[in-house]
């Protein structure tokens, strides 16, 4: 009788090794950056001047190309952060620390944009840069989260014990995430309701919605990109404290 | 059941005999209080349309002044590490805690309430249904305060962190606290708090005692 000794691997615990996880993912990165890049070059392209001018808003519709895409990531990220929180709680797999740690900036600073960019937008329509309005609320309140969630990252000196506690506190905020969603369905005061993702097909043209598709893919593997960096970065980071730790050993 | 009754009683036992905490946080919540007509005037009418958001405030800042001390002196003196190895499960024992915690600081300024509602000019009507919101609401921000103090019990500086951690999943309850008083929908927006409580107390026990344990191994 023969006896398993290498289990069939699968590919999330090929990449279980950081540096296999570095090794496995570095190709992929200058693909990603020139991708993203060409999509920004024709999606600013369409933006600018391949599309109308809005019939009420003038030029400032525009603005729509950059705050769409920053607002989807906002959520989009909250999302990543909870999927590798799970996979820190539940399989300890050691690649979903260091993503949840990496993304939280970026969905801090995507976050930041979208409520700057939304505020700008909004002065020349509703004649206000802020409303307490429920999506612009849920929204700043997730920001907060973000940057609570970046200052508990700090607050730890061991980072591979902070991540099973930030992926328990990931966890919980992860109930603003549905509130942002549905809070143009519930309270509908300044923010216009849902008009992209539809049940019955999206409400623009498709003059708008082309330049806001190539943003959208865009923005998102801008993301992807960065947070694949972000990732390689922060595995570099853990390997020089390693290092380090292991220096003061020997020294003493 | 007897074993979360004993860590309720030892919680509430040390509390009492630590002194004058449970003073102080009254006294911070009504000082808090105190300072706002100070900060915007002195008028009568401003003030009572501001009081219940004053009154929340002030409740909300001082249950946040007593949460390092729901896990932060057991986790020093490693009491933390045998209630973990106890038979009643942790998040047992931390719902007991947060029980505690409630009564200790919560329920005195539920109490100590008519006091600022005198200073800052409600009419009784009012009063009574800031007295029912904040009753039916503190359990949320104890529930709440319970998973930033279980998040941050590790950490030395925690005491700034959770704070920060808390405010945000405190805004709901806020939002429908002060709701519950001078809307007209205030029926719904209190049946809304109450739910808001129930759900958090039930959960955040096991969100905490999650925490707690990976924290400590």
């Known amino acids: 009788m023969s006896i398993e000794t290498a289990p069939k691997q699968r590919w999330w615990n090929r990449i279980a090794h950081p540096g296999q996880f570095v090794a496995w993912t570095r190709p992929l990165l200058w693909p990603l950056v020139a991708l993203t890049a060409i999509l920004f070059a024709v999606g600013l392209w369409f933006s600018f001047f391949g599309s109308p001018e809005d019939y009420q808003m003038g030029h400032t519709v525009r603005i729509m190309y950059i705050h769409v895409p920053n607002a989807w990531l906002s959520q989009f990220t909250y999302v990543v952060m909870s999927i590798s929180a799970i996979g820190t709680l539940v399989w300890r797999h050691p690649m979903a620390d260091v993503s949840m740690k990496s993304a939280a900036p970026l969905g801090a600073l995507f976050t930041a944009l979208a409520l700057f960019t939304g505020a700008l937008w909004g002065r020349p329509t509703w004649g206000t840069f802020w409303e307490w309005d429920g999506r612009m609320t849920s929204t700043l309140v997730l920001l907060f989260i973000y940057l609570g969630i970046i200052a508990l990252w700090r607050a730890f000196d061991d980072q591979l014990r902070a991540a099973r506690v930030v992926a328990v506190f990931t966890l919980v905020g992860a109930v603003n995430i549905p509130i942002i969603k549905f809070s143009v369905d519930w309270w509908s005061t300044l923010h216009q309701p849902a008009s992209v993702f539809r049940a019955d097909g999206p409400t623009m043209p498709p003059s708008i919605l082309t330049p806001l598709f190539l943003m959208f893919f865009a923005f998102t593997f801008l993301f992807l990109a960065l947070h694949l960096k972000a990732m390689h970065t922060e595995v570099q980071r853990r390997r020089i404290q390693g290092l380090e730790r292991r220096a003061v050993q020997r020294a003493a | ?217």
């Open chain 2, 1 to 217: 059941m007897r074993a979360f009754w004993a860590v309720l009683r030892r919680d509430l036992q040390l509390s009492l005999r630590g002194g004058g905490n449970v003073l102080t946080l009254v006294l911070f919540f009504v000082i808090v209080g105190a300072l706002v007509p100070f900060a915007v005037g002195p008028d009568q009418v401003l003030l009572a349309t501001v009081a219940p958001g004053i009154v929340w405030i002030a409740a909300f800042l001082a249950m946040l002044l007593g949460l390092d001390r729901l896990f932060g002196p057991d986790h020093d003196d490693g009491t933390l590490v045998l209630l973990r190895q106890a038979d009643l499960p942790l998040s047992a024992t931390i719902a007991a805690k947060v029980m505690a915690h409630w009564i200790v600081s919560a329920l005195p300024l539920i109490i100590a309430s008519p006091f600022l509602a005198m200073l800052l000019a409600m009419d009784v009507p009012t009063f009574w249904r800031t007295f029912l919101s904040l009753l039916v609401g503190t359990p949320a921000l104890a529930a709440f305060g319970a998973v930033g103090a279980a998040v941050t019990v590790a950490i030395r500086r925690g005491g700034l962190v959770a704070p920060i951690l808390i405010a945000p999943l405190s805004i709901p309850v806020l939002i429908f606290g002060v709701g519950a008083i001078g809307n007209p929908q205030a029926g719904a927006a209190l049946l809304f708090l109450a739910a808001l409580s129930l759900m958090a107390v039930a959960l955040s026990p096991f969100a905490a005692a999650l925490a707690i344990s990976s924290a400590e191994d």
